[in-house]
């Protein structure tokens, strides 16, 4: 077996995995539609006022910083863990890196978009 195709065995058997898992959650799941469930539910208290409210586009903002930085210490782990035996060049990466995101964290903070309202 050739190497592409083993690449094109590997392609079809994650998008099975990928497909097959929410086809038969549609095909399996009983359909009995309901008025009850279209209601939104906050703690088994009903609400009040109108449901669908517009959010502010700062607490998404707040939202998109905080996984930024948080995928940013994800990605830094592995190379704080294999820092003795990294080459200069790789060291000089992690720096840019570093420095790219220091530079996005100014950016942010002079935009307003850490502080909470």
Known sequence: MS????????????LIFGVAPPLLAWFLSPKKPNPYKGEVYESGIKTFGPTWIRFKPQYYLFALAFLVFDVEAALLLPWAVAYLW???????????????????????????WLTWM
């Open 86 to 112: 990294l080459p200069l060049y790789a060291v000089i990466e992690a720096v840019i890196f570093i420095l790219i995101l220091v530079f996005g964290l100014v950016y942010v903070w002079r935009r307003g």
């Open 3 to 14: 190497q592409y195709a083993l690449i094109g065995v590997y392609l079809i058997i994650a």
